[in-house]
């Protein structure tokens, strides 16, 4: 089993930045592709961005190409995203997935998805 616990969400005032953070615990997560997924106020939970295993490749969701960027680090099973130029409608929880599928696009999929964290809020102000 794989437990994820995200960190570093907030307030933040538009086109200012946040970081966020998800660790895993129980066992390594370094062969495993690791998505964020965020789910805003009455909406379904949808796609943001994915990392491969490596970290050396990656898949954004049109909505925020260019201004978030996920990244990893395997010796410390942690996965994070920087989002930078904030907007209001950014706002929502922000969950951190863990998929075995080692194909990076396939993360796209809420399928593929074999392990969620709980969340962490973020919430950009106007």
């Known amino acids: 089993q794989v437990q994820l616990e995200e960190s570093g969400g907030g307030l933040v005032q538009a086109g200012g930045s946040l970081r966020l953070s998800c660790a895993a615990s129980g066992r390594s997560i370094s062969s495993y592709g690791m998505a964020w997924y965020r789910q805003a106020p009455g909406k379904e939970r949808e796609f943001v961005a994915a990392?491969?295993?490596?970290?050396?490749?990656?898949d954004y969701a049109d909505s925020v190409k260019g201004r978030f960027t996920i990244s990893r680090e395997n010796a410390k099973n942690t996965m994070y995203l920087q989002m930078n130029s904030l907007k209001p409608e950014d706002t929502a929880v922000y969950y951190c997935?863990?998929?075995?599928?080692?194909?990076?696009?396939?993360?796209?999929?809420?399928?593929?998805?074999?392990?969620w964290g709980k969340g962490t809020l973020v919430t950009v102000s106007s």
């Open positions: 997935a863990v998929g075995t599928d080692t194909r990076v696009w396939v993360m796209r999929s809420r399928s593929a998805i074999d392990y």
């Open positions: 990392v491969s295993w490596s970290g050396g490749m990656t």
